[in-house]
Every structure is written in structure tokens, then in C-alpha cells.
């Protein structure tokens, strides 16, 4: 098998820390600093960036330099919107069928969630997180708004591994909002009342990002141009 390029490592290398959160959408890809992490010059580095931004992974502005592109806001803003509702009338219909096991198997995960608040970990609270919402919206008798709430979520897998990459903030309140929408369910609360509680809970992340988004989309040229690289979790911790 072939080796890889110095250009191939560093696009290799670069795209990992896009794909797992360590590189945030925004955050500003110094070509000196990663060919110093990586042992090279920086032509090979000047390659990869090329190449991530023919992917649409990173952009290049003059006088900012290069940084990782942020989130396709209306595409982002579609799916959140669509999954929203899709999955709050699931979950809505789900409720009456929902039974202590599904309340217990729930709690266990907002418990996980919660343990990782403080080490924090975005892709796996994230996982946790889909894992938590799936007990409330699996057992939706209707086939057709199932589907489309699995739809949303995989298009989510794509348009980004993790939210709370970016806004690790919106953790706290999430794992708090699950645990009123589960005493919600179990009170007996009105379907339309858990339908949209299951709604404003997505909604709210999507607030967040937007938020994040408007925050970030136009960095100031006066930038330093030697910020650190973030390393494990601290991208995500940052925010």
C-alpha cells in the first residue's frame, strides 16, 4: 500500500479534527502552526487546506485567512425546523404507550448525560442524546412520521457530528428539559401540550446554534494570528 503524501497526512490530519469537533466551524486554521504540529513546511499544508476547501470544509477569506466552514445556516435551520415538529408528534403519539421500563431506560440516559457534563464529551452526549429521545419517539404508531424523524436525524449526522460541539452551554439546560418532558408524559399531560414541549426542546438547540452561527460568522481580520489549537476537548469546552 502506497504511503501517504505530506499533503495527504496534513489533509488527513486536518479533516479528523473538523469531523470529531476538535476544529470548531470558525475556527481559524493556522497554516505555520499545523505544519509546525505536523514536522513539514507549510506548502504541503497550503495543499490540504486547498483541498478542504474544494470539499467545502474549510474557507479562505483575504484577510482572514483559512478556517473551518461554519454550518450551512438554512440547511441547518430546515432540518431543525422540519425535525421539531416530526419529532414532537411522534413523541406525542408515543406517550400513551410509553410504560415504566421506557420512563426507567430514559432516566438511565439522562443520567449518563449528565455525568458527562463535566468532563464533557459532545459526541458522546450526543449519542446519549439521540439514545434518550429515541425511548419517547420509537414507539410511534404512525410509520410515515417515523421515518421522516429518522430522516432528520440522519441529515443532522450530516451536516455536523454534534451541536453541542459548538454550544456545549446547551447541555445543562437539555438534560434539565428532559427530565420535564418525561414528567410531563407520565403525568398524563395533553398531547398537544407534550407535542409542543417536545418541540420548543428542539427548537431551543436550534436557537443556540443560530445564535453561535451570528456570533462567529464574521471574525475580525485583527485575529491573533498564532491562536493555540485546541487539543482533546478544549474546542468544545471554549464555548
Known amino acids: 500500500m502506497p504511503s501517504l503524501s505530506k499533503a495527504q497526512l496534513a489533509h488527513q490530519w ?13 475556527f481559524r486554521l493556522v497554516l505555520g502552526q499545523i505544519a509546525k ?9 497550503r495543499e490540504a487546506i486547498r483541498l478542504l476547501e474544494a470539499e467545502g470544509l474549510v474557507t479562505f477569506e483575504r484577510n482572514v485567512g483559512a478556517q473551518v466552514a461554519m454550518i450551512q445556516e438554512t ?5 431543525m425546523q422540519t425535525l421539531s415538529i416530526v419529532e414532537g408528534a411522534a413523541t406525542a403519539l408515543s406517550a400513551p404507550t410509553l410504560t415504566a421500563d421506557h420512563f ?9 448525560m449528565i455525568a458527562c457534563l463535566d ?3 459532545p459526541h458522546r452526549f450526543t449519542q446519549l442524546n439521540l439514545e434518550f429521545h429515541s425511548v419517547l419517539f420509537e414507539e410511534c404508531p404512525n410509520p410515515h412520521i417515523l ?3 429518522h430522516r432528520g436525524w440522519n441529515r443532522m449526522n450530516v451536516l455536523r457530528d454534534s451541536t453541542f460541539s459548538f454550544v456545549p452551554g446547551r447541555s445543562r439546560a437539555s438534560v434539565q428539559e428532559h427530565e420535564n418532558l418525561l414528567r410531563l408524559i407520565e403525568g398524563g399531560a395533553p398531547t398537544l401540550e407534550i407535542e409542543l414541549a417536545a418541540r ?12 453561535y452561527q451570528a456570533e462567529h460568522k464574521h471574525p475580525s481580520a485583527a ?15 471554549a464555548y
Open 223 to 237: 485575529q491573533p494570528a498564532e491562536a493555540p489549537l485546541p487539543t482533546g476537548n478544549a474546542a468544545a469546552t
Open 147 to 149: 421515518d421522516l424523524v
Open 14 to 26: 486536518i479533516s479528523e479534527r473538523i469531523n470529531d469537533g476538535r476544529f470548531v466551524p470558525g
Open 200 to 211: 420548543a426542546h428542539r427548537t431551543a438547540t436550534l436557537d443556540a446554534m443560530l445564535a
Open 75 to 79: 440547511e441547518y435551520l430546515h432540518t
Open 37 to 45: 504540529e505536523l514536522d513539514v513546511s507549510v506548502v504541503p499544508v
Open 119 to 121: 468532563d464533557f464529551d
Open 104 to 112: 426507567a431506560r430514559a432516566r438511565v440516559i439522562n443520567a449518563q
